[in-house]
């Protein structure tokens, strides 16, 4: 009964189980059925990094999961009533506690970002920048990172006098490209002292502070502030203190870019696979958490859009890691490049079903004099 009911399931997207198309999953282990039926999200994880099934595409299988509406896209559970109830009784820790307190931030920064170095190098490029690329005028890779990080700083208005504040954004590269392209002196915090460590060695040129610490014990004032893809580690309940700190940071007329991974809808949860193997205690928000965390602190100047790029940007992340792993794979096991596929694959999969955005804000002080007009 179980493996008919998933069957029937997936036949709604057109996915036939054991079939030939590329998005058809071959299961491998029968197991795959009741682990689907009581846990699905990170169950069609697991059981994927598990060897329970494979697919040729599994970017275009997992796309077809979201835009059929297979499961709920807020939640990402199945729309079934006892995979739906085991993911509420999950629900109920974020909303009788803060997770992200400033010892839990520590833990959970550790968790994903002092992963060995030779990962991330593979996946990234030589920039390292692990945060959305921009392709509307790039033809190669390099070009699109170069672009974003060019617009970043145009939106910004950057001048060779001004002092910038880089929160958490990762990797070094952000700050070192401000400091050395436009003469800026940016003070970089993180809670990674893998990053520190790296960062201290190709910033020692630069004009560039690095700082091991929490958003939360910034007192310094600055001309401009970035926050790039930093956001959703923050949590729901901390949004208005965020944003209360980094207004008292930021100069009467200076400008704020926050650029994030959100949903359309408001939740105060992530997926249940990403909690658990690489983000714990992260949530991507919508525009709505962010308008509310902002209001007697900022007004917003610009809105864009990056969610095509970011499609673009995991792909090319995926081609460069497979790419990559001959040089890399002693230091990990065949389950982990499983899992870091997925990682990869699923992303622009959400993308492409518009289940998650890639967005990038400027904010400026209600109270500011600074008539902000992008030209880009």
Same mark, same amino acid.
């Given at each position: 009964m179980?493996?008919?009911?998933?069957?029937?399931?997936?036949?709604?997207?057109?996915?036939?189980?054991?079939?030939?198309?590329?998005?058809?999953?071959?299961?491998?282990?029968?197991?795959?059925?009741?682990?689907?039926?009581?846990?699905?999200?990170?169950?069609?994880?697991e059981?994927?990094?598990?060897?329970?099934?494979?697919?040729?595409?599994?970017?275009?299988?997992?796309?077809?999961?979201?835009?059929?509406?297979?499961?709920?896209?807020?939640?990402y559970?199945?729309?079934?009533?006892?995979?739906?109830?085991?993911?509420?009784?999950?629900?109920?820790?974020?909303?009788?506690?803060?997770?992200?307190?400033?010892?839990?931030a520590?833990?959970?920064?550790?968790?994903?970002?002092n992963?060995?170095n030779?990962?991330?190098?593979?996946t990234?490029?030589k920039?390292?920048?692990?945060?959305?690329?921009?392709?509307?005028?790039?033809?190669?890779?390099?070009? &699109?990172?170069?672009?974003?990080?060019?617009l970043?700083?145009?939106?910004?208005?950057?001048?060779?006098?001004?002092? #910038?504040?880089?929160?958490?954004?990762?990797?070094?590269?952000?700050?070192?490209?401000?400091?050395?392209?436009?003469?800026?002196?940016? #003070?970089?915090?993180?809670?990674s002292?893998?990053?520190?460590?790296?960062?201290?060695?190709?910033?020692?040129?630069?004009?560039?502070?690095?700082?091991?610490q929490?958003?939360?014990?910034?007192?310094?004032?600055?001309?401009?502030?970035?926050?790039?893809e930093?956001?959703?580690?923050?949590?729901?309940?901390?949004?208005?203190?965020?944003?209360?700190?980094?207004?008292?940071?930021?100069?009467?007329?200076?400008?704020?870019?926050?650029?994030?991974?959100?949903?359309?809808? !408001?939740?105060?949860?992530?997926?249940?696979?990403?909690?658990?193997?690489?983000?714990?205690?992260?949530?991507?928000?919508?525009?709505?958490?962010? &308008?509310? !965390?902002?209001?007697?602190?900022? !007004?917003?100047?610009?809105?864009?859009?990056f969610?095509?790029?970011?499609?673009?940007?995991?792909? &090319?992340?995926?081609?460069?890691?497979?790419?990559?792993?001959?040089?890399?794979?002693?230091?990990?096991?065949?389950?982990?490049?499983?899992?870091?596929?997925?990682?990869?694959?699923?992303?622009?999969?959400?993308?492409? &079903?518009?289940?998650?955005?890639?967005?990038?804000?400027?904010?400026?002080?209600?109270?500011?004099?600074?008539?902000?007009?992008?030209?880009?």
């Amino acid at each position: 009964m179980i493996k008919n009911t998933i069957t029937a399931i997936f036949k709604k997207a057109g996915i036939t189980i054991n079939w030939d198309k590329t998005y058809d999953i071959q299961v491998l282990n029968n197991k795959f059925y009741l682990k689907l039926f009581l846990f699905w999200t990170i169950a069609l994880w697991e059981s994927y990094v598990d060897w329970y099934w494979e697919v040729k595409k599994l970017d275009k299988f997992i796309y077809k999961v979201l835009k059929w509406w297979l499961v709920n896209t807020k939640t990402y559970e199945l729309k079934h009533f006892w995979s739906s109830f085991l993911n509420k009784l999950r629900l109920i820790t974020p909303l009788l506690k803060n997770p992200q307190s400033k010892k839990r931030a520590k833990n959970d920064v550790w968790y994903h970002y002092n992963l060995w170095n030779d990962l991330f190098e593979a996946t990234l490029g030589k920039t390292m920048n692990y945060t959305c690329w921009y392709f509307k005028n790039a033809k190669t890779l390099d070009k &699109a990172q170069k672009d974003k990080m060019d617009l970043v700083c145009q939106k910004l208005y950057l001048k060779p006098w001004m002092k #910038v504040l880089d929160i958490g954004c990762w990797w070094w590269w952000l700050a070192k490209f401000m400091a050395d392209n436009y003469k800026v002196k940016v #003070v970089w915090i993180t809670l990674s002292k893998n990053q520190y460590k790296y960062a201290k060695k190709y910033c020692k040129d630069s004009n560039v502070k690095i700082i091991l610490q929490d958003y939360r014990d910034l007192k310094w004032k600055f001309d401009r502030i970035t926050s790039i893809e930093m956001i959703e580690h923050v949590w729901p309940k901390n949004l208005n203190k965020f944003m209360n700190i980094t207004n008292k940071c930021l100069k009467k007329d200076g400008l704020m870019l926050l650029q994030f991974d959100g949903k359309s809808q !408001s939740i105060n949860w992530n997926d249940a696979f990403i909690e658990k193997y690489l983000f714990p205690w992260t949530v991507t928000p919508s525009i709505k958490q962010i &308008a509310s !965390s902002i209001e007697w602190f900022f !007004s917003i100047v610009d809105l864009h859009d990056f969610t095509e790029d970011y499609h673009k940007t995991m792909i &090319a992340w995926h081609k460069n890691f497979t790419k990559n792993w001959s040089k890399i794979k002693n230091n990990y096991d065949k389950r982990f490049f499983r899992l870091w596929e997925f990682y990869l694959l699923s992303c622009p999969a959400t993308a492409l &079903a518009k289940t998650q955005h890639l967005r990038q804000i400027v904010f400026q002080k209600e109270n500011s004099t600074f008539q902000y007009i992008r030209e880009n």
